[in-house]
Structure formats: C-alpha cells, structure tokens
C-alpha cells in the first residue's frame, strides 16, 4: 500500500504530506482545490509522463515522494520534474523512468479518464477471471504442459532437423579425438624432441670435438704433474704454502673428472640415423596436429577435452532423436487438451463475473448496461490458448465497443470496481478511482460508498470524490483546501471528518443540521461495514 506521499510545488499544492493508511481512502475538497493533483502525484510516481505544466507557481521545480510497503519491503520512490524533463528515483538511486512502472506494476492501477485501463489488457483480464474458476489448478496444469512443449520443441530445434549433420560431426570428433589420443603427446615433449634431433643430427661434429677436447685434457693432465710435485716440495720446506697445494691438488682432481665425463659423453653418442629418423618421424606429427588443432601441445589438448564435451552433447542429442518426435506429440496433444479445458472453465468463469458485474453496474446507477466477456480459441501461449476480449455499453440498446474507446472516466472506474467486485479480489495492492462518482447521487451514491468500502477490505482503495455518502464509508479522509494561489492538504481527525461531510452535504461546513445529518450518514455507513452481531 502507499504508507505516505509527499507532493511540493505540484500545481497549486505548495506542500503537502499525507499518510493514507490501509483500506478505503477518500479525497475531497471543493471544486478548484486541486484535489486530483493527488492522485497527478501517483501517476508520477509509476512513471508517467512529466509534463512541465505540473511545476507550480512555488519554485522552478516539482517533487513528489511516496513510501510504498510491497509484500513486507518498504520502497521509497520519488520524481523530480524541472522544465527539462524529470529524474526518477529509487530508494535514493536514479533509475529510468520506465523503470518506476516495471518496478510498480501489478501493484498499482489508476483508474480515470485519461489513464491506461491494465484490465482492458488480456493478461489482466484472464487474472481476473482465473479467480473464479471452478478448479483454480487448471492454470498452473496448463502452464506446466506448456513450459513441457517448449522444453521438448527447443530440444528438437537443438537438433537442426538434420540428424545426417549430426551424425557426420559426430564421425568428425570422434576421429579428431583418436588422432589425438593416439600421437600420445604430453606437455613439455615438444622441447625435449626438438633437442634430441639437434644432438643425433649433429652425433659427428660432436663426437670430433669430444675426442679433441679428451686430447687437450689429457696432455693438460701431463702437464701438471710435474708442478704438483714442485709445490708439495716448495711446501715441505715452507709449511706456509700449504693452501697453494689445496689449490693445485683440486685442480688436478677437476682435470682427471672433466676427462673421464668427456670420455663418457663420447662413449655414450648415439649415432643412429634410425633413431633420427623416428624422432623427426614424431616432431612431422607434432607439426601436423599443430596445424589442424593448435600452436602447441597445451591447446592441442585443450582442443581434444573440448571435442570430448561436444561429443558427449551430440551423442545426447542423437539419443533423444529417437524418442523426440514421439514425445513432442504426446506433450502437443496433452497441451491441446489442458488449453481447451481451460478455456471452457475461463467462458464458464466469465459468465459468472458479468452476471455479478451488471448487478454491481445496476446498484451503481445504471439502467440497463452490457458487457461482453468473450473467450476465443487461439494458438497455445504461455497464458492459455484463448483470447479474450471486454466490451461494454452503458446501455443495452447501444452497440458494445472497446471499453478504452466507449467508457467514459466515471463510467470506466465503476466498471472496474463492478468487475472486481464480481471477480472476488485482483491483484493490485493499490487501485486509485478518478471521477468514480460522476453523475451518481442518492441511493446510488450510498452502494458506491458500501461496494468502494469492500473492495478495501484486503487492499488500498483511493478515491477522489465529491459525493458525501462515499466519503462517509472511509476509513481515512483527506482533504485538500485552497487559499489563493496555495493549496493544501491534511488528513482530518473525527470531528473534521463531520464538518468535511457537512460540507459536503449542503455547502455549510458549520451548519448544526448539516453535522446531524453528516453524524447519520456516518453512523448509517458504519452500521453496514460493521453490523451488530445476532
């Protein structure tokens, strides 16, 4: 519900800050006071279009703020509007102004002359009339046979219609992934193959300079011999030169080993042109993988794990082909059944809410009036394979149209509520009635007040009027009043609330007659929202 609106400088209203409250609210006011700026606020607040002309004379700008409670959560929403357009806030964070209707919607209808109408939508309408269908499941059983259809027909679309196609990318992966698997190749082989082909490619040329480097270390070795000997001598005689001998017996010892390690180097050189030849054989596999799959062993391998998923998926799908057909066809024909089902509980449904409805239209001051609540067979979509369509007439003897296009504001609210009334709820939270009461008065007016007061039983209802005997089955009441340019408005306390009614009733605000009588209708309405017990 809306828990609390803030209007500044919107039209003549300066300032004002209401708390509406549950249930049924009224908005009153004498002709001229502004009163409808109110619900102007509202529609801001869904995002409506912000027209410069709202600004009034009391700044260069106007903002409107409401405190909405929604399912327990509490949203803060407001709209500022400048001669340059309007921003649009949520919670304190600037959003689109669309996004104030998508985030409000379902939640919030305003019904007036000039306003959008969510009933004359289908999807509204078939809401509605789901209320009172005579098994309440039959939505959710057609809506799972439904999401089941699609389920199926967007697996079949997976399959392209061409199960050859498959079959061949199939073949492709599979092949793909054996040629991988089979070279065997792991991480890190590449380096180690393109250097074992440089050593067997070069098995001569190193083997020559082994041998030589063997020569040179050996003749090296002679050599130092002979100064071994001199320095363990020269250190016999200066026991201080003993570190000089550390230095050349490590020397000596590094000689005997890179020796004896070249020697092994040249007796372990593999000469083979055999095994050249398979290593050259591996590194030309190597290179035509890298071609077909990837620059290097890592993302041949990445490649080959991706062809196993998409092999595993193609396989499923290949799997399914053989049954899809047949279960597509089950699940149609099941969908088709459930729709028509359905749809006769829908025509059933809506014949009862017109029944209801032209009762509620007759206590509100119409004579003879029709309504069309029509069911038609369409395609299945998620809703229902229906349609549905309103028409209205104020009148039997005229021709039913489009209720948008015959209804006028006065009339369209009481249709609204006559259809929500003979429904049993909707789903709005909030629904807002402009010109509700238009041409209606006496007994008529009375019904209007009892039908708005029961609507408000499990929601908000907000409604301007003028009528007294609306006004008087309220359980909050607002008016606004002007002085000048400047107007105001207040939520009035009991005895503001008789004076208001007094006014209301005669146009004398402090006439003592006018308060009895505003005491009676009071009491009067009172009675029939609250009856005594038996």
Not at 278 to 285: I, K, Q
Not at 454 to 459: P, V
Request: net charge negative; hydrophobic share 40%; glycine share 10%.
């Amino acid at each position: 519900m809306l828990d609390e609106l803030s209007v500044t400088n919107l039209g003549v209203i300066a300032a004002a800050r209401v708390e509406p409250g549950p249930g049924m609210v009224v908005v009153s006011g004498e002709t001229g006071t502004g009163k409808t700026l109110l619900l102007g606020a509202l529609r801001l607040l869904t995002g409506a279009p912000a027209r410069s002309a709202l600004i009034g004379p009391h700044g260069s700008e106007t903002t409107v703020e409401g405190r909405f409670l929604l399912d327990g959560e509490e949203l803060i929403v407001s709209r500022r509007v400048h001669a340059r357009g309007s921003r649009s806030y949520i919670n304190g964070a600037m959003v689109p102004a669309r996004v104030l209707t998508e985030r409000l919607e379902g939640f919030v209808e305003i019904v007036g002359q000039h306003d959008p109408l969510s009933l004359i939508r289908p999807n509204a309408l078939r809401a509605l009339i789901d209320l009172r269908l005579a098994s309440p499941d039959r939505p959710a059983t057609y809506r799972a046979a439904w999401e089941q259809a699609r389920k199926l027909e967007s697996a079949a679309a997976r399959l392209g219609g061409d199960l050859r196609a498959l079959e061949r990318e199939q073949d492709l992966l599979s092949y793909q992934i054996r040629e991988i698997e089979e070279a065997g190749f792991s991480i890190g082989e590449g380096e180690e193959l393109r250097s074992l082909a440089r050593r067997l490619g070069n098995a001569e040329e190193i083997g020559e300079l082994l041998a030589g480097a063997r020569r040179d270390l050996s003749a090296a070795r002679d050599r130092l011999g002979p100064a071994v000997g001199a320095i363990r001598r020269a250190c016999d005689l200066d026991p201080g030169q003993d570190g000089l001998v550390e230095m050349i017996e490590s020397l000596d010892a590094i000689l005997t080993e890179t020796l004896t390690t070249a020697r092994e180097a040249w007796e372990d050189l593999d000469s083979d042109p055999r095994t050249l030849a398979s290593v050259n054989e591996r590194l030309a596999l190597l290179g035509d993988l890298r071609r077909k799959y990837g620059a290097g062993i890592e993302e041949i391998l990445a490649f080959r794990d991706t062809a196993r998923a998409r092999h595993a998926v193609v396989g499923e799908l290949l799997g399914r082909a053989a049954t899809i057909d047949t279960e597509l066809a089950e699940v149609t024909y099941r969908l088709e059944e459930t729709g028509a089902a359905l749809r006769r509980e829908r025509k059933a449904a809506a014949a009862r809410i017109v029944d209801g409805a032209l009762a509620h239209l007759r206590d509100l001051g119409f004579g003879d009036p029709l309504i069309r609540l029509e069911i038609g067979e369409a395609p299945p979509r998620r809703a229902g394979a229906d349609t549905v369509d309103l028409r209205f007439s104020s009148d039997s003897r005229l021709a039913p149209g489009p209720v948008a296009r015959v209804a006028s504001g006065g009339e369209l609210s009481r249709l609204v509520l006559s259809l929500r009334l003979a429904s049993g709820s909707g789903d709005a939270r909030l629904v807002a009635f402009d010109e509700i009461d238009a041409g209606v008065g006496g007994t008529t007016a009375l019904a209007m007040g009892a039908k708005l007061a029961r609507l408000a039983r499990n929601r908000q209802a907000l409604c301007v009027s003028h009528l007294p005997q609306v006004a008087a089955y309220a359980d909050t009441h607002i008016v606004v009043e002007r002085d000048g340019p400047t107007a105001t408005a207040r939520t009035l306390d009991s005895e503001e609330r008789l004076r208001e009614l007094s006014r209301m009733l005669s146009g004398l605000p402090d006439s003592d007659r006018g308060r009895r009588h505003a005491r009676e209708l009071r009491a009067l309405a009172r009675a029939d929202r609250y009856p005594a017990p038996d």
